[in-house]
């Protein structure tokens, strides 16, 4: 079945510093991924929809400056934390769609394992 | 995306059947009905999804009203590794994959 791998799993980064998450879909082509962000004990909140080769689309209230989104290729998107804050501190979530598959197939997404950052 | 309600936390014996149920009184006629689970920690898992008829396949059954304003969930033999946040999701197919999650229902199944 389809696979998202997500790296790094864990990561401690120093405040003020930038940390850098990869999605990748390992075995079919993702035309559009979706970022995820999750606190403890709450669910997850949609931060943005990454487009291959199109800049990404926010949800409202996500700051583009601080959490940098891109989609070079069909199976790698990346998420940039910039200049990182204890506040930032998070699960991240990515997901990816299958493209062949569509709607046919119906549209599900795959996840990956989440990245778990803590900023000091 | 239509609003979903769910019970907050549901408790399941071992080996028994679990049904999750899910309302969406406000779904639209093109609007599909997913469900996800969380396992602690772990990205959210695709289980099924369905328009109108119901489903079934290896993880589990899912039943949607005939008036499609609720549907259940329903895992047949529950295992402890079945205890996960459960997420019901409503959205139109053409949406290009875009999902809301609300809060879920955390179910715990109990040896």
């Known amino acids: 079945g389809a696979v998202v791998s997500q790296h790094p799993s864990r990561v401690i980064c120093k405040s003020g510093t930038s940390v850098k998450i990869e999605c990748r879909s390992l075995d079919f082509q993702a035309t559009t991924m979706f970022w995820y962000r999750q606190f403890p004990k709450q669910s997850l909140m949609l931060m943005a929809t990454s487009n291959e080769g199109s800049k990404a689309t926010y949800e409202q209230g996500v700051e583009k400056d601080k959490f940098l989104i891109n989609h070079a290729s069909l199976t790698l998107s990346t998420l940039t934390v910039t200049s990182a804050h204890p506040e930032d501190s998070s699960f991240y979530i990515c997901?990816?769609?299958?493209?062949?598959?569509?709607?046919?197939?119906?549209?599900?997404?795959?996840f990956g394992a989440g990245s778990r950052l803590t900023v000091l | 995306d239509a609003k979903t309600t769910q019970p907050p936390s549901m408790d399941c014996a071992e080996g028994r059947a679990a049904n999750l149920p899910c309302n969406h009184s406000?779904?639209?006629?093109?609007?599909?009905v997913y469900w996800y689970r969380q396992i602690h920690s772990q990205g959210p898992q695709y289980i099924i999804h369905g328009l109108k008829n119901n489903e079934t396949n290896e993880m589990a059954s899912l039943i949607i009203t005939e008036d499609r304003k609720s549907s259940t969930l329903i895992l047949p033999h529950a295992t402890l590794r079945d205890t996960a946040v459960y997420y019901c999701i409503v959205r139109v197919i053409t949406n290009a994959g875009k999902s809301t999650f609300g809060d879920g229902t955390t179910l715990t199944v109990k040896p």
């Open positions: 406000t779904i639209s006629g093109n609007e599909y």
């Open positions: 997901s990816a769609r299958n493209a062949a598959a569509g709607q046919g197939a119906g549209d599900v997404l795959t």
